[in-house]
């Protein structure tokens, strides 16, 4: 399926990707679903590494999620084994004993606790997961030679149309530290997150605990304000591995923090921001601020209305500023509002105020705005200081293309 | 553009549809955006005529709805104004002018006070609506023949393919009233409600609370069951006149009202169903019914995630029965649910059961019942006792294709 859908015209090329000390990686051919293809990443981390992980909020979780939730708490990682093809979810006993199988396979091979071992599975819902396979390529992909980032993030590649990857580089106790990432996803993505896997990889020392509570804020602010289209995979992981090789002083102190902190959320922000370019069908990106809600939440609920309104979304894929059809998605979003003190702009130009039509208002700037691939929606709600800013793509015919016919 | 849109392949013709008593229903052209067809109705109400009426939720709603809510608590009704085309939301001062200046016209031709006219618009949103058209043609309308139920059900559509109208007999005091109803509605269609309109009407004398009571309780196990895109319209109405003409001796009392209530919940269920058939783009109808879930509410709420997925519906359109993406779906609800307790059958095979797929199950008359009309999902939530149908539709290229360019 993945060779017939054309490259998102979103796209964007893969930056430079400095390998980074203390990881390992090594893809290889599965065969698990995809012939011909990488279809499987083992990842191998130097002894001492910490783990961050945050996770799929669906209630039907697939098995390598909750494989990861219960091995988390001990903070340490060894090893990372992700395959593209199957989720691994809805299996039963089965899909626990595929997870168990890969994960005793890789401490094996690694020569680590199974408890130091991360698993990510993305692809069809449902199906036995062909465990066996991935075992099979274990030993050969340890034994291979080192492939970079690149590499890695097309080797978890489903419906995705090109790969996906961020870097940074931030100062930490007076030393250069590095933070890279890669991502897939570009459907049933919404908060809280989405088919979406990402893993970042850093060769900072900083303790579980520390790095945990960064990454659940920067996921608040990148992953759970994107949405393609309001469903929530069963299968969203996103793990953070810090090696400690940069030697800098372990630290969990904010203040030494912020910078790795500022470094972490440009990286999540940008692999947010390259699942949404491609997003299933996607023709625009689409950025959505809401300003003067009751609150940041309800600004942030309000924006998600917008941004997961199929009426919206269909009359930015028809280039038409339909701004009634966010009147309507303001106004269903629950949240506080008064349509008489709403006001609407599409790319910087206010087209309803006060509850109407801005008198004379010049359409042609948001004519030929609408034509652009990178589409700007301002709200004010006219009724406090909550902002929230979101992030989607339009509906088109592409979504239905490639979603109509998935397995077949 | 409705000359564009092929009629629905799941639309049904219209009944035979007696007039009501007390009821005068005239149909003309104003012209507000449609030519060439019938875009305005007039019904005119007996003296003495009781009114009931339920109203979107969306909290930014036409000033025609606003009208409405504020002539409702009165309880008389003396005419119904409704014109497709334009849905007067979002115009300001200028919105609820328009309203008052239709409202004075239809009172001052009826000869009635201006507290008995109810009006309901249709169509696009935030463009002024010009009353005077409208007004215009008050005075033509009331003097004109008679028009029958169907000549009124054609008058009111926008993007609807087929007009849409239901009827029901019932005994009430030991008398034979009628109870018929028409609606429009094809998009924006989700709880509560949809850009969808209905009107009522019955021959019956029943007092207006009580009249409400019935009608909203009704609305809830029919209009609220269904789901198109999950948008929900600012300008949903429901109204409900009883005109008295049937002489029938006014009660309140629930066990004399039983015959009537069932007939008005069959006319709302025909009603709700006509619209799922017309839901844009619509190739299927698709039935969910949740079973065993925690609460009748908590089944309700699962139910209306599958139905709005839009996984689940691209997968109903591809003829694809993609189980894994109803548990997804069933996740995502955010109400209780144990993965390894679920089951779900579609067509009446059981698919899944026990948190992973069937063993050998005979996947023959899934894939025959997927290429029918009428699509039929079972899920057991295997926790409670819980229960509800929600009704929806499939999303395909046709939704694109309308919404994309409906202004253009």
Redesign the interface.
């Known amino acids: 399926m993945a060779g017939l859908i054309p490259t998102s015209p979103l796209a964007l090329p893969l930056p430079a990707l400095p390998p980074v000390a203390g990881v390992r990686l090594a893809v290889g051919q599965a065969g698990i679903r995809y012939q011909g293809r990488n279809d499987v990443l083992l990842a191998t981390f130097a002894e001492g590494t910490t783990v961050a992980g945050v996770f799929t909020?669906?209630?039907?979780?697939g098995a390598p999620v909750t494989w990861c939730r219960e091995m988390l708490p001990g903070g340490q990682a060894r090893g990372l084994v992700v395959n593209a093809g199957n989720?691994n979810?809805?299996?039963?006993?089965?899909?626990q004993r595929a997870v168990e199988a890969t994960a005793k396979s890789a401490a094996q091979t690694i020569g680590a606790p199974r408890e130091t071992i991360f698993l990510a599975s993305t692809g069809?819902?449902?199906?036995?997961m062909p465990a066996h396979k991935i075992v099979g390529v274990m030993q050969s992909l340890y034994g291979k030679p080192e492939s970079g980032l690149a590499d890695a993030a097309r080797a978890i590649m489903t419906t995705d149309t090109f790969p996906k990857a961020a870097t940074r580089k931030a100062r930490l106790g007076g030393i250069e530290v590095q933070i890279s990432g890669i991502a897939k996803g570009s459907?049933?993505i919404?908060p809280d997150m989405a088919t979406m896997l990402a893993f970042l990889f850093t060769d900072a020392a900083i303790p579980a605990p520390a790095l945990q509570a960064m990454l659940a804020k920067g996921v608040d602010h990148s992953f759970n304000c994107i949405t393609i289209?309001?469903?929530?995979?069963?299968s969203d992981t996103v793990l953070l591995f810090a090696t400690g090789q940069a030697r800098n002083k372990p630290t969990d102190d904010p203040a030494a923090l912020a910078d790795f902190r500022r470094a972490l959320g440009e990286v999540l922000h940008d692999l947010a921001m390259l699942v949404v370019r491609d997003g299933e069908g996607a023709q625009k990106l689409v950025k959505i601020t809401v300003d003067g809600a009751v609150s940041n939440h309800s600004a942030r609920r309000i924006g998600l209305a917008i941004a997961?309104?199929?009426?919206v979304k269909?009359?930015i894929?028809?280039e038409?500023a339909?701004?009634?059809?966010i009147?309507?998605?303001?106004?269903?979003?629950?949240?506080?509002?008064?349509?008489?003190k709403?006001a609407i702009a599409v790319g910087g130009t206010w087209m309803?105020k006060?509850?109407?039509?801005v008198p004379g208002y010049n359409e042609a700037p948001v004519v030929a705005h609408m034509k652009g691939r990178e589409i700007d929606i301002e709200v004010d709600i006219g009724l406090g200081t909550g902002r929230a800013t979101v992030w989607t793509c339009d509906?088109?015919?592409g979504?239905?293309d490639i979603?109509?016919?998935?397995?077949?």
């Open positions: 909020k669906n209630l039907c979780p989720a979810v809805f299996n039963g006993v089965a899909g069809v819902i449902g199906e036995p459907g049933m919404a289209d309001s469903d929530t995979s069963t997961n309104s199929p009426l269909t009359a894929a028809g038409d339909n701004w009634g059809r009147v309507m998605a303001v106004g269903k979003a629950g949240e506080p509002a008064d349509r008489d709403l309803a006060a509850g109407g039509v509906l088109t015919h979504y239905i979603n109509g016919s998935y397995r077949s």
